[in-house]
T-cell receptor
């Protein structure tokens, strides 16, 4: 079965550069979520979108922004990168933002390294 | 402060026996709980969930128990298989913010043949 696709799998950037992470949800999933997992940490919720509108916001820095496009894919834009942004970034998708019957399905993540 | 706690960083079990993974939470407003399994270099994979109106949910070899008064849930895997070896994350969420999962730090399960 089709899963959540994230690209790239690995990304190396220097401090103060920008990065764009992409997420393609499972077909017919209309909600996407972004999580950040630092080394040895649990995943932390950043932001989510339902039907192309921001639906919830977590601990996303002001330097980051995200959007969901008409084909439901999402992009996380990160500017003025800092060393502390080095982490694994997961995207997840589900059907409907208010349905408990639709758990989040995660992609395999993008590993961002800031040097 | 960690709202979802998995106090055992690791657990080792013999193949065929029961694995019990525990999770405690502090916020009584949580009303939906999930277990995810994670292999290295992969994203978390959904296993099983339970809403706060239930105290048990079963799916094949996996059963989740919820004790709201104790703010405790557990995942039972019976029988355990070597392929179950992974890191297991407990997660919780609130009504109206179902995508904002609060994760525990995970328990690494090793099932030995």
């Amino acid at each position: 079965a089709a899963g959540v696709i994230q690209s790239p799998r690995h990304l190396i950037k220097e401090k103060r550069e920008t990065a764009t992470l992409k997420c393609y949800p499972i077909p017919r999933h209309d909600t996407v979520y972004w999580y950040q997992q630092g080394p040895g940490q649990d995943p932390q919720f950043l932001i989510s979108f339902y039907e192309k509108m921001q639906s919830d916001k977590g601990s996303i820095p002001d330097r980051f922004s995200a959007q969901q496009f008409s084909d439901y894919h999402s992009e996380l834009n990160m500017s003025s990168l800092e060393l502390g942004d080095s982490a694994l970034y997961f995207c997840a998708s589900s059907i409907g933002s208010t349905s408990y019957n639709s758990p989040l399905h995660f992609g395999n993540g993008t590993r961002l390294t800031v040097t | 402060d960690q709202q979802v706690k998995q106090n055992s960083p690791s657990l080792s079990v013999q193949e065929g026996r029961i694995s019990i993974l525990n999770c405690d939470y502090t916020n009584s407003m949580f009303d939906y709980f999930l277990w995810y399994k994670k292999y290295p270099a992969e994203g978390p994979t959904f296993l099983i969930s339970i809403s706060s109106i239930k105290d048990k949910n079963e799916d094949g070899r996996f059963t989740v128990f919820l004790n709201k008064s104790a703010k405790h849930l557990s995942l039972h895997i019976v029988p355990s298989q070597p392929g179950d070896s992974a890191v297991y994350f407990c997660a919780a969420s609130f009504l109206g913010s179902q995508g904002n999962l609060i994760f525990g730090k995970g328990t690494k399960l090793s099932v030995k043949p």
